[in-house]
T-cell receptor
């Protein structure tokens, strides 16, 4: 079983829709969770960083961690064409090494 | 504040050659990590440096090595290049060494091995 699993998509939604992106992980001891956005030919850009359980909101983005289910989510409200990118979940899985999900490609249609 | 800077952006090398990639972290950041990104394997951890010392290494052969200088800048070296080394190599920096410091990535060096 992989330590971090993510549905690769692609996911296509109309502009203005609410987008839900999800990852599952294997070890309940993991504490630090991140979401990155990666545009074509660019490096990953940090969107959200959360510790332990709960929700964190930043503008149109909400990150949610459910430790009991070992499930993390990123919600994007009022999605825009500029949100079209690959979204990567990442978890610190020990000794400062990030383990990434495979990434979900999102396309927001105007 | 300038972000993480990686040079060069693109490289084309031949099998058997060696290559050196360079990374300048965000000002004030002391930890530098390297990751390899390929379509098949995704993002994989190579190694992390803090205060000029390698603190952790991923599951890559010894042909992959790195170092960090006193100004926190880092270089990564790959010797005896193989076709499978073609990838996007990403450098990331963080302020501290602990897991409470998230990583900030550069735009990478695209290495093509022919």
């Amino acid at each position: 079983q992989k330590e971090v699993e993510q549905d690769p998509g692609p996911l296509s939604v109309p502009e203005g829709a609410i987008v839900s992106l999800n990852c599952t992980y294997s070890n309940s001891a993991f504490q630090y969770f991140m979401w990155y956005r990666q545009y074509s030919r660019k490096g990953p850009e940090l969107l959200m960083y959360t510790y332990s359980s709960g929700n964190k909101e930043d503008g149109r983005f909400t990150a949610q961690v459910d430790k009991s289910s070992k499930y993390i989510s990123l919600f994007i409200r009022d999605s825009q064409p500029s949100d079209s990118a690959t979204y990567l979940c990442a978890i610190y899985t020990g000794r400062r090494a990030l383990t990434f999900g495979s990434g979900t490609r999102l396309q927001v249609q105007p | 504040k300038a972000g993480v800077t990686q040079t060069p952006r693109y490289l084309i090398k031949t099998r058997g050659q060696q290559v050196t990639l360079s990374c300048s972290p965000i000002s004030g950041h002391r930890s530098v990590s390297w990751y390899q990104q390929t379509p098949g394997q995704g993002l994989q951890f190579l190694f992390e440096y803090f205060s000029e010392t390698q603190r952790n290494k991923g599951n890559f052969p010894g042909r992959f090595s790195g170092r960090q200088f006193s100004n926190s800048r880092s270089e990564m070296n790959v010797s005896t290049l193989e076709l499978g080394d073609s990838a996007l190599y990403l450098c990331a920096s963080s302020f501290g060494q602990g897991e409470s410091s998230p990583l900030h990535f550069g735009n990478g060096t695209r290495l093509t091995v022919t």
